[in-house]
């Protein structure tokens, strides 16, 4: 998490600023995922009776806490917006859904939903799946930790430290195996452990 830390922190208070909303960590995920669902579509996919049903647009369900549990408000289209348009309208579901001002709609329909426990304190969890959606990521508390990375001179290893955060991904077992589980995972972590990626989409 060091250089979406670092990026976060540089452009918190501009950010802020010119969208009146603050740059979190879960618009990263959101945007690492949906590129990651559209190189593995099957992740993004349902099954509905004897059918797969491919959903070419990601509806991102983000889960939101409130007094009466947990709730799950959809991001729709959530590929097509930008880091500011994904932050303003989890800020908006969470904020009305916390005042009981949420509509029915806006929590049908995810093809695809995010969850972060780390919030909460949770150092690793597997969340439960939204039926009918296939697959949910889960998101955990970031700690430091000590990592061993090349030394500068390109001889031997250096222990530095960093922030860390476990992923998990929960899947439907009878859609996706664990060669796309583990390869979505590894897409987003790509995308995440370098953030510029998620502008050039690469």
Same mark, same amino acid.
């Given at each position: 998490?060091? &250089?979406? *830390? /670092?990026?976060?922190?540089?452009?918190?208070?501009?950010?802020?600023?010119?969208? =009146?909303?603050?740059?979190?960590? $879960? *618009?990263?995920?959101?945007?690492?995922?949906?590129?990651?669902?559209? %190189?593995?579509?099957? #992740?993004?996919?349902?099954?509905?009776?004897? %059918?797969?049903?491919?959903?070419?647009?990601?509806?991102?369900?983000?889960? #939101?806490?409130?007094?009466?549990?947990? @709730? @799950?408000?959809?991001?729709?289209?959530?590929?097509?917006?930008?880091?500011? %348009?994904?932050?303003?309208?989890?800020? /908006?579901?969470?904020?009305?859904?916390?005042?009981? &001002?949420?509509?029915?709609?806006?929590?049908? =329909?995810?093809?695809?939903?995010?969850?972060?426990?780390?919030?909460? =304190?949770?150092? +690793?969890?597997?969340? +439960?799946?939204?039926?009918?959606?296939?697959?949910?990521?889960?998101?955990?508390?970031?700690?430091?930790?000590?990592?061993? %990375?090349?030394?500068?001179? =390109?001889?031997?290893?250096?222990?530095?430290?960093?922030? $860390?955060?476990? @992923?998990?991904?929960?899947?439907?077992?009878?859609?996706?195996?664990?060669?796309?589980?583990?390869?979505?995972?590894?897409?987003? &972590?790509?995308? @995440?452990? /370098?953030?510029?990626?998620?502008?050039?989409?690469?």
């Amino acid at each position: 998490m060091q &250089k979406v *830390s /670092d990026l976060r922190t540089r452009y918190k208070d501009d950010f802020e600023k010119a969208h =009146g909303v603050r740059l979190g960590f $879960m *618009s990263f995920f959101v945007k690492a995922s949906c590129l990651a669902l559209a %190189e593995m579509p099957i #992740v993004n996919a349902r099954i509905e009776g004897d %059918e797969i049903v491919y959903n070419s647009v990601p509806d991102i369900g983000v889960a #939101v806490s409130t007094e009466r549990g947990l @709730v @799950v408000p959809v991001v729709r289209g959530a590929d097509r917006l930008s880091l500011a %348009e994904i932050e303003s309208a989890i800020a /908006d579901l969470a904020a009305r859904a916390r005042d009981r &001002k949420i509509l029915p709609d806006e929590l049908a =329909g995810g093809t695809f939903s995010i969850t972060n426990g780390g919030v909460f =304190g949770s150092l +690793l969890s597997t969340p +439960l799946l939204n039926y009918p959606q296939s697959a949910i990521l889960g998101m955990h508390t970031i700690q430091r930790r000590p990592v061993a %990375e090349p030394a500068p001179d =390109g001889k031997g290893e250096l222990v530095v430290i960093r922030p $860390m955060m476990y @992923v998990a991904l929960t899947y439907d077992h009878r859609l996706i195996d664990g060669r796309e589980a583990v390869s979505f995972l590894r897409r987003v &972590k790509e995308l @995440v452990e /370098d953030p510029w990626r998620l502008f050039i989409e690469a």
